[in-house]
């Protein structure tokens, strides 16, 4: 190769990569690396959010001992909003990854994109655990009367 073939066309001057734009990708990427361990920690919870909503149970009785010790009984369900809910995380994550690294490639600001991508996830998981709850009536009631008693 002779040196000319390495040389920018006149008039254009050579891309590098500058301070923001590598505290961008470090940033952008790092944030995508914690998202696919999340969710890979987090498998089992989507696979089966009855535990998720017996957790959240439990968190409510350690907050205030008047709640009541109550347990989600999975059913068949369960298991549909955890498959929809796994499925939705799957896709969500690969559209922001497309979505940051389409951003990257062109030289715009990406790191917000895994943010908004974390926000979409927790939404997510927010309303198929809401979802489940709603549907047991007798956790529905417990929260009723406990609201009463609070008031």
């Avoid at 500058?18 to 696979?47: A, P, R």
């Avoid at 959240?56 to 369960?78: G, M, N, R, W």
């Avoid at 690294?101 to 926000?119: E, T």
């Amino acid at each position: 190769m002779s040196t000319d073939e390495n040389q920018q066309p006149e008039g254009q001057t050579p891309r590098t990569l500058s301070q923001f734009g590598l505290f961008n990708l470090v940033v952008t990427i790092g944030l995508l690396v914690f998202g696919v361990v999340n969710i890979f920690n987090n498998l089992g919870l989507y696979v089966s959010p009855g535990t998720l909503v017996n957790q959240v149970l439990t968190q409510l009785h350690a907050t205030d001992a008047k709640f009541p010790i109550l347990t989600f009984e999975s059913t068949a369900a369960t298991a549909t909003v955890g498959s929809i809910l796994l499925t939705l995380q799957g896709a969500n994550f690969g559209l922001i990854t497309w979505w940051a690294f389409k951003r990257m490639s062109a030289r715009k600001s990406s790191f917000w994109v895994p943010l908004v991508g974390a926000a979409i996830s927790s939404t997510l998981t927010f309303i198929a655990l809401f979802g489940l709850l709603v549907s047991d009536s007798a956790i529905m009631n417990a929260i009723i009367e406990f609201s009463k008693s609070q008031a």
